[in-house]
């Protein structure tokens, strides 16, 4: 689980982090990172009900969480980052989530 200061919470950041983010898409994921003046990273996730029904967006958004809760201490401090899930999220398994979100993160946000 990601620490309260890990996260991002108010939809005008959301908006910040996709409208300037640096973008990546992967097979089931697009990442945003921008730089932030917070001293940790922090994470949001943006889960449509394109996914799928609430059970299914709700087991994505907890897969996310855990990969990025895994990869918290390879992320810069200063990052800002966003994954949206798209529909193929749904049917993906947790490793194929984990070296989507991985790949993207080493790319953006790395230390």
Known sequence: MLAR????TRGAEYKAVVRRGRRCAGAHTV???TPS???TP???FIVSKQVGGAVVRNTVRR?????CAAALPDVRPDADIVIRALPSAATATFGDLRDDVNRCLARRAAA
Do not use: E, I, M
């Open 5 to 8: 200061p890990n996260r991002l």
């Open 31 to 33: 990442t945003y990172v």
């Open 37 to 39: 003046s917070a001293s």
């Open 42 to 44: 922090r994470f949001g």
């Open 63 to 67: 897969r996310l969480k855990a990969v």
